[in-house]
């Protein structure tokens, strides 16, 4: 079975597909290695949602981030705004 990956694309100056490695080197000093002390029913290593968009560079017409999942048929749009600082992804458990 092949790792996970994630991909940006849609509204952004630089899509990418990153592997969970890939995302741990782009955190670099972001990486947040116990999301536990933020939410407490959570586990894992995490990077701040603002530091994967800092790097795919929204475009200006990018309202909403879209998550979809490959593996079954999970998808959500969420508003930008309300997540851009406060968003983080588990990327590691």
């Known amino acids: 079975m092949t790792e996970p990956q994630l991909t940006i694309d ?3 100056q630089t899509p990418a597909t990153l592997s969970r490695a890939d995302i741990a080197t782009l955190a670099g ?11 407490p029913r959570r586990q894992g290593r995490a990077v701040p949602l603002s530091t994967l968009l800092d790097r795919a560079g929204p475009s200006a017409a990018a309202t909403h981030l ?3 999942s490959s593996t079954d048929n999970f998808a959500a749009s969420i508003p930008l ?3 851009r600082d406060r968003g983080v992804l588990i990327f590691e458990v």
């Open 29 to 39: 000093d972001t990486v947040i290695p116990d999301v536990s002390q933020l939410e």
């Open 10 to 12: 849609g509204e952004v």
């Open 81 to 83: 705004d309300a997540v």
């Open 66 to 68: 879209t998550l979809h």
